[in-house]
């Protein structure tokens, strides 16, 4: 599935507020949008600590999560496609038989040395997965197929390692940005829900469950963090320089609030969200 599908929508002043902002952000980072330094440098030793702070990332795998303990409280394979630094490991009991994959080697050294015994982690990517078929029951791809030039094979491929009846959850953007936008993110495309549809449906699963992606809620945390990050580029210029605002008691109950409230409202429908739960057919 080559083509781009993006909201009807005219692009208004927030998104073109967001535009002007990535282009300042990725300016001094131009050079790493080339493959394959784009997956080898994306994360610097700040970047870690942004990532593994973040409140963004609490949400998605805390509905990962839920999901494993409501499917498998006996246990399951599960494996991370594009696992970065192996952060879903770190929200899954101790009963997941955990396997990550990703196709940068630095990321894997920082996910091995931050996981649990039993876990494995592989070097790979699409098209071909360094998995058996049917040896899943469990495949996590969070925010990855955009980065994929044959998205559709892709998600072929998730299908093949599944066993029948497993489950895939997988999310994608949804948002609508033109080319630029994405060029500078490093997406090849964006989605639509109908769009997520067509496209897993094509691949041997069907959606049965949709989680809200509280795209307001995310928009306003994405100025509020840039706020904050001002903050700690301005304190690390006073002279400490490892200071994160991400380690700050005031950020981490800001981050407990807004999740409780975020988990409170999970249960609301979303239509238009592009984070889903996807099953396996049986035969």
Do not use: N
């Not at 630095?106 to 997965?129: I, K, N």
């Amino acid at each position: 599935m080559k083509a781009t599908a993006v909201s009807s929508r005219e692009p208004g002043f927030l998104d073109r507020l967001d535009l002007a902002l990535l282009r300042v952000a990725k300016r001094r980072r131009e050079h790493l949008m080339r493959p394959p330094d784009f997956y080898e440098a994306f994360f610097t030793a700040d970047d870690v600590r942004k990532s593994l702070g973040d409140v963004r990332h609490d949400w998605r795998f805390g509905v990962l999560r839920r999901v494993y303990e409501r499917l498998f409280p006996g246990g399951a394979d599960v494996v991370d496609v594009g696992c970065g630094l192996g952060t879903a490991l770190l929200y899954l009991p101790e009963s997941a038989r955990f396997v990550g994959v990703d196709v940068s080697a630095r990321s894997l050294a920082t996910a091995r040395a931050r996981s649990r015994g039993g876990a494995e982690f592989r070097r790979g990517g699409f098209p071909s997965l360094p998995a058996e078929p049917a040896s899943f029951d469990l495949a996590v791809c969070l925010e990855v197929l955009e980065h994929v030039e044959d998205d559709e094979q892709a998600v072929r491929e998730l299908c093949r390692i599944l066993r029948p009846g497993g489950y895939l959850l997988v999310s994608v953007p949804g948002t609508h940005y033109w080319s630029e936008y994405r060029r500078l993110i490093g997406h090849l495309r964006h989605y639509s829900a109908a769009s997520l549809d067509d496209l897993v449906a094509a691949t041997g699963f069907e959606v049965v469950e949709r989680f809200p992606q509280f795209t307001r809620v995310w928009r306003a945390y994405h100025y509020l963090y840039l706020g904050l990050r001002m903050v700690e580029i301005g304190v690390r210029g006073a002279g400490r320089r490892d200071w994160s605002i991400f380690d700050s008691a005031g950020y981490q109950r800001l981050s407990a609030r807004l999740l409780r409230r975020l988990e409170a409202r999970s249960g609301a429908p979303d239509p238009a969200s592009t984070f889903v739960l996807c099953r396996k057919a049986t035969t």
